[in-house]
Nanobody
Framework: QVQLVESGGGLVQPGGSLRLSCAASGSIFSIYAMGWYRQAPGKQRELVAGITSGGSTNYADSVKGRFTISRDNAKNTVYLQMNSLKPEDTAVYYC?????????????WGQGTQVTVSS
């Protein structure tokens, strides 16, 4: 069994910052790409940022220059540093990881963490 456990969401004022964490645990052989997605009410889930096992990153245009994704391979953890937050960043944020286990390569999701940007 593999689990992704997220933390760090909450309520923040516009212009503020939050740092999300997502730790993978269980019978893991290797972790490849990891990423963060978000889903606002009434909208489809969208990719926010991704990072490969080698550290290459990509971002949605809406968060470039404000969000930074990083990972600690020794801790099987991916982070999302969110600065200059805007009300439109309000959503449930989900982490995602491509993980090799005994049975093969699977995609796993975290349970989601709420981020609310409001004054």
């Amino acid at each position: 069994q593999v689990q992704l456990v997220e933390s760090g969401g909450g309520l923040v004022q516009p212009g503020g910052s939050l740092r999300l964490s997502c730790a993978a645990s269980g019978s893991i052989f290797s972790i490849y790409a990891m990423g963060w997605y978000r889903q606002a009410p009434g909208k489809q889930r969208e990719l926010v940022a991704g990072i490969t096992s080698g550290g290459s990153t990509n971002y949605a245009d809406s968060v470039k220059g404000r969000f930074t994704i990083s990972r600690d391979n020794a801790k099987n953890t991916v982070y999302l540093q969110m600065n200059s937050l805007k009300p439109e960043d309000t959503a449930v944020y989900y982490c995602n990881a491509h993980i090799k286990v005994v049975a093969g390569l699977n995609i796993y999701w975290g349970q989601g963490t709420q981020v609310t940007v409001s004054s």
